[in-house]
């Protein structure tokens, strides 16, 4: 299912994976599986888009933030109880969806997204970290653009894949990523593959909005049961 919204829209396998996975097991497990094929459908994204980046000044600073904010944002995974970063999990995903609905028509000039690319990349990257969801910081703040889908995919790619090296070689540091958790991360990022062209087939015929209605209400119905489920206990 993450391979098919990546493929379609750039981003997909986390929004998708770790709410699942954190309902069904416990967020430090989720997040910690998912940073392998984040890193990796990431690099093989930003390669096939790699003509359509934006220009460099703005990679640097929104990836340099994402990848500063994912080393404290994994400081957090590892020190806060798991029932707290799941409620905060929960509630971030339900404030991007209320984001989403409120500020359909939001739009930022280049230079001004310039301005914000280092805060919001660092804020994306440290709840990143965290939750395993940068989405709220990071999709918000690329859609606002009102990107071209290539440019979109291209650039978001570069942010993921930055981030997530920090990450990775942090939750290594802190015990959170595991030689188990790896290879159960490496079939996903097989799954992820395999998926991923299907999906950038249908994301070119299919509405997008299609896609961001029905991803909406598959958060939102995850967000309620992982709070609901952490809350009591």
Do not use: C
Request: without cysteine; charged residues 10%; positive net charge.
């Amino acid at each position: 299912m993450g391979g098919l919204l990546k493929g379609a829209t750039g981003a997909g396998a986390p929004i998708i994976g770790i709410p699942v996975l954190t309902a069904l097991v416990d967020i430090q497990f989720a997040v910690a599986v998912f940073v392998v094929p984040n890193l990796l459908t990431n690099i093989w994204q930003a390669w096939l888009y790699r003509r359509h980046l934006l220009p460099v000044p703005f990679l640097a600073l929104f990836g340099g933030g994402g990848a500063l904010g994912a080393i404290i944002g994994t400081y957090l995974l590892s020190e806060l109880p798991g029932e707290t970063l799941e409620i905060a999990m929960a509630l971030v995903v339900i404030g991007y969806v209320g984001f989403r609905l409120w500020k359909t028509d939001w739009a930022l000039t280049y230079p001004g997204a310039v301005r914000l690319a280092l805060p919001l990349g660092f804020l994306g990257g440290m709840m990143q970290g965290a939750t395993g969801l940068s989405a709220p910081a990071s999709l918000t703040f690329l859609n606002a653009l009102k990107l071209p889908r290539a440019a979109f995919i291209a650039t978001i790619s570069v942010f993921f894949a930055l981030m997530t090296v920090t990450q990775i070689e942090r939750m290594v540091a802190v015990g959170l990523l595991t030689e188990e958790r790896f290879l159960i991360g490496l079939a996903a990022t097989v799954a992820s593959l395999i998926a991923m062209p299907a999906g950038a087939w249908v994301g070119e015929r299919v509405s997008r909005q299609v896609f961001d209605w029905g991803i909406l209400v598959l958060l939102v119905i995850l967000a309620l049961k992982i709070l609901t489920g952490a809350l009591l206990g």
